[in-house]
């Protein structure tokens, strides 16, 4: 499955960006999908993930309750909705796909498949 990630911007604190992944060569609705982010000099870290039927998602606490994710399995996308985004939230956005069913995952390693990543730049 390829994966490309888009949205991605310059937003001023308090600020909304919509990114999206979409997929290519395999169907999502096999998959589990997740975004992580990684902000320089920083370890990539977790953001969302939702499960393969896109009836369950987890949240890292620092987006929890600003950031929703959503997919759409007829589009073939996934979807991070941020709200009032904050400059730590600065930092290069992947979707990665868990290509194994099973439950959500956190990790970078559980995940097997990687888009290009998406810039997002949160001004103070």
């Known amino acids: 499955v390829q994966l490309q990630a888009s949205g991605g911007g310059l937003v001023q604190t308090g600020g909304f960006l919509r990114l999206s992944c979409e997929a290519s060569g395999r169907t999502l609705s096999l998959y589990g999908v997740g975004w992580f982010r990684q902000a320089p000099g920083k370890e990539r870290e977790f953001v969302a993930a939702?499960?393969?039927?896109?009836?369950?998602?987890v949240y890292a606490d620092s987006v929890k309750g600003r950031f929703t994710m959503s997919k759409d399995n007829v589009k073939n996308t996934v979807y991070l909705e941020m709200n009032s985004l904050k400059p730590e939230d600065t930092a290069v956005y992947y979707c990665?796909?868990?290509?194994?069913?099973?439950?959500?995952?956190?990790?970078?390693?559980?995940?097997?498949?990687w888009g290009q990543g998406t810039l997002v730049t949160v001004s103070s």
């Open positions: 990665a796909v868990d290509s194994f069913l099973g439950s959500i995952k956190r990790r970078p390693i559980d995940y097997d498949h």
């Open positions: 939702i499960s393969w039927r896109g009836s369950s998602t």
